[in-house]
């Protein structure tokens, strides 16, 4: 991966995707007590299960690949530049059910160093 950029700065955010064949890839990009900015990076077949955040909203925006994203009561197709927002305490998740590698910026706010212990 190569390094992160001085912020603030351009930058191409698909040059740090990291793929792991075991599970899913996470990279940070940017973060601070007020937001993370971060890629999830799936190959075909990789999923994050459902899950909630409380007290935090998530965005995700697809940059490549398809897939779906994962909400309690259903589930729908991502697209390169669709974006989703999860609030906060609403169950989401994403599936790579396509066959490239699926690529998507995650931006949590607050960003986790704020949580609580």
């Known amino acids: 991966m190569p390094d992160l950029p001085d912020h603030p700065n351009t930058f191409r955010p698909e040059k740090f995707a990291v793929f792991k064949p075991e599970k899913m890839g996470k990279s940070t990009i940017f973060e601070s007590d007020r937001m993370l900015v971060g890629l999830n990076s799936f190959m075909p077949g990789q999923e994050h299960g459902l899950h909630a955040h409380e007290g935090m909203d998530k965005v995700y925006h697809v940059l490549s690949g398809r897939g779906r994203f994962l909400l309690e009561d259903r589930e729908l197709a991502m697209e390169p530049g669709l974006m ?16 490239e590698n699926l690529i998507v910026i995650a ?4 960003g986790p160093s704020a949580s609580p212990k």
């Open 84 to 99: 989703l927002v999860a609030p906060s305490g609403i169950p989401h998740g994403i599936r790579n059910d396509g066959d």
């Open 107 to 110: 931006i949590l706010a607050p």
